[in-house]
């Protein structure tokens, strides 16, 4: 379910609430002094390759799935 995240415009309070569309519409409904803030949503970054963060066995599996396919195999490890 989606996260929004409401403003209380007389004490400038913010919480979240995790619901469908349809249930903020009627929570804003029931609390005329709520609004909707819209924010960003946070940012999942990585450092490093995917493959380096694997296990050895999954990299094990990859170097003979490469020496089985030949000399054309794209799999490099």
Not at 13 to 35: F, G, H, R
Request: charged share 30%; hydrophobic share 30%; net charge positive.
């Amino acid at each position: 379910m989606p996260k929004y995240t409401l403003k209380d415009i007389k004490t400038q309070e913010e919480w979240d609430v995790m619901c469908s569309y349809e249930q903020l519409q009627v929570i804003l409904d029931e609390t005329p002094n709520a609004k909707q803030v819209l924010k960003f949503p946070a940012m999942v970054t990585q450092s490093g390759s995917t493959l380096s963060k694997t296990s050895s066995d999954w990299r094990d599996h990859l170097k003979r799935i490469d020496k089985a396919a030949g000399k054309d195999s794209k799999v490099h490890t």
